[in-house]
């Protein structure tokens, strides 16, 4: 079965410190990685990806780290702003057709 | 700058009925799919199409059809609705196959009872 866990529903972070989302995977088949952020009554919105063949990846205050021998990858957000408050998704696929999403983890920053 | 436009953004459906989600794209992208999301849950891919013409089905087909008559447009249809399928149901459209960027509409919060 292919699974992709969020296994925290909810993260409650300080403005200005770092949040780190996590993201666990089953299928080694897996090769490229993205991150969605989600605002209520909007549709999702791509942030950050990374292919497996890397283990990081930078746009400004958002990075993700991939760990393969740990299938654990990660988004930290720093520093966080209360307007990066939304629901966070990460996803995964592999060549085909096919995207494979977590259940999502609500991001609060507390001003 | 449209992108992905979905109407209804909002419905309430008795059990039984049938009704189209509507869903659009200007962005000449050749990808498009539907997907599901339940409370507490991720997307469920519900049908995916590669082309004008193409569809197949996804994770959770049963109790939905789709067609794909232009690049543009890629309606889903649910034809005797019922109570599990309340729902936010997303459309979104990439301009290629994996790995690329899908972009999302907005939703349609639906509601069976």
């Known amino acids: 079965d292919q699974q992709v866990k969020q296994n925290s529903p909810s993260l409650s972070v300080q403005e200005g410190r770092i949040s780190i989302l996590n993201c666990d995977y089953t299928n080694s088949m897996f090769d490229y990685f993205l991150w969605y952020k989600k605002y209520p009554a909007e549709g999702p919105t791509f942030l950050i990806s990374?292919?497996?063949?890397?283990d990081k990846n930078e746009d400004g205050r958002f990075t993700v780290f991939l760990n393969k021998s740990a299938k654990h990858l990660s988004l930290h957000i720093v520093p966080s702003q209360p307007g990066d408050s939304a629901v966070y998704f990460c996803a995964e696929t592999w060549g085909t057709y096919k995207y494979i999403f977590g259940t999502g983890t609500r991001l609060k920053v507390l001003a | 700058n449209a992108g992905v436009t979905q109407t209804p953004k909002f419905r309430i459906l008795k059990i039984g009925q049938s009704m189209t989600l509507q869903c659009a794209q200007d962005?000449?992208?050749?990808?498009m799919y539907w997907y599901r999301q339940d409370p507490g849950m991720g997307l469920k891919l519900i049908y995916y199409s590669v082309g004008a013409g193409i569809t197949d089905k996804g994770e959770v087909p049963n109790g939905y059809n789709v067609s794909r008559s232009t690049t543009e447009d890629f309606p889903l249809r649910l034809e005797l609705a019922a109570p599990s399928q309340t729902s936010v149901y997303f459309c979104?459209?990439?301009?290629?196959?994996?790995?690329?960027?899908?972009?999302f509409g907005a939703g349609t919060r639906l509601s069976v009872l």
């Open positions: 979104a459209s990439t301009p290629e196959l994996p790995p690329s960027i899908q972009y």
């Open positions: 962005m000449n992208h050749n990808y």
């Open positions: 990374i292919s497996s063949i890397k």
